[in-house]
């Protein structure tokens, strides 16, 4: 049987005279050697994408951190920092393919700036600059570091009682992750539940709230803000994160084909 293929939506850079779709290699080795399943990188079209052609193809989608940030316009803000980076074709790309997933039932994974896009897309809103607000700390990593550094564990953050999230890595206890982000969560989407918090409260993970509706019970559908991608061979919450979302897109293309 083929492996389930999981979409990664790109992003949008210059190098020289040119513009480029890329995605991080780390992202993809994830969904290829941690969840066991096919990538697929989707360019970042927005409006141009032909979305019933991908959506055929697509078993599971995987939203990825980046460098850039969600435009505020879309969660009715003016841009704080104009110093930072934004990408509107990804956001053009990504936050109607994030509806269509909620919709159609599609499993999806999304990673620190993919948390971010999620939480706007479903009607949420961000803190521009965590950093900035009273009692929260500063998850930004040191950019003068060694990426090594960047990346190792910077805090815990406190599993939801009886979450998916715990039920996944088979665990209660605190989780000690790496933080790489200016932006976050301020007001959480309708539709989404609490997963994880870091110790100053800010959301750190959430799914879709169960509510009474057995489709969203059965969905793969879960958000963290760090990275699980790397190094993920030798972290072993990170492989059952991704080995869970690998055989929801089994079992959802099973269903479907």
Known sequence: MHKPVVLIPSCTHTKGAHRYFAAQIKYVAAVAEGAGCAPLLLPALGAATDWEAV????????????????????????????RLPLDPQRDATTLPLIAMARQRGLPLLAICRGFQEVNVALGGSLHQAVHEQPDLMDHRENGSEPLELQYAARHAVTLAENGRLAAILGSQAPLHVNSLHG???????????????APDGLVEAYSLDD?????DAEQFFLGVQWHPEWQFKDNPEALKLLAAFGQACRHFRQNQH
């Open 211 to 215: 509510g009474d509706d057995r489709t």
């Open 183 to 197: 932006q976050g969560i301020a007001r959480l989407a309708a539709g989404l539940r609490v997963e994880a918090r």
């Open 55 to 82: 959506l055929r193809l697509a078993d599971g989608i995987l939203l990825t951190g980046a460098a850039s940030n969600v435009e505020p316009g879309h969660f009715g803000e003016t841009v704080h920092n104009p």
